[in-house]
């Protein structure tokens, strides 16, 4: 079994920052690909940014220069710096992860959390 949680969230005035967490738990041998994703209310979830087993970034054109994410694999933890935030941030945020464990390899989203960027 395993668990994402992602933390974070909140209420933020435009140019704020936040720092969103998203924590693997449960039966896990190792994090391949893990990814924030957003979805805006009647919108489709989309790619936020992505990060790599060995660390390597791809970020929607959106948020390049603004977002940075970052992982610590000791911690089973990613992260998800947003710097200059606008109204068109507000979303609920996932996270994704690829996780290996024994002989199967799964995908598991998180619960979400919401952020809202106030003009």
């Known amino acids: 079994q395993v668990r994402l949680v992602e933390s974070g969230g909140g209420l933020v005035q435009a140019g704020g920052s936040l720092r969103l967490s998203c924590a693997a738990s449960?039966?896990?041998?190792?994090?391949?690909?893990v990814g924030w994703y957003r979805q805006a209310p009647g919108k489709q979830r989309d790619m936020v940014a992505t990060?790599?087993?060995?660390?390597?970034?791809n970020y929607a054109d959106s948020v390049k220069g603004r977002f940075t994410i970052s992982r610590d694999n000791a911690k089973n933890t990613v992260y998800l710096q947003m710097n200059n935030l606008k109204p068109e941030d507000t979303a609920v945020y996932y996270c994704?992860?690829?996780?290996?464990?024994?002989?199967?390899?799964?995908?598991?989203w998180g619960q979400g959390t919401q952020v809202t960027v106030s003009s």
């Open positions: 994704n992860a690829e996780i290996h464990w024994a002989w199967s390899k799964n995908n598991y």
């Open positions: 449960g039966d896990i041998d190792n994090i391949s690909a």
């Open positions: 990060i790599t087993a060995g660390s390597s970034a």
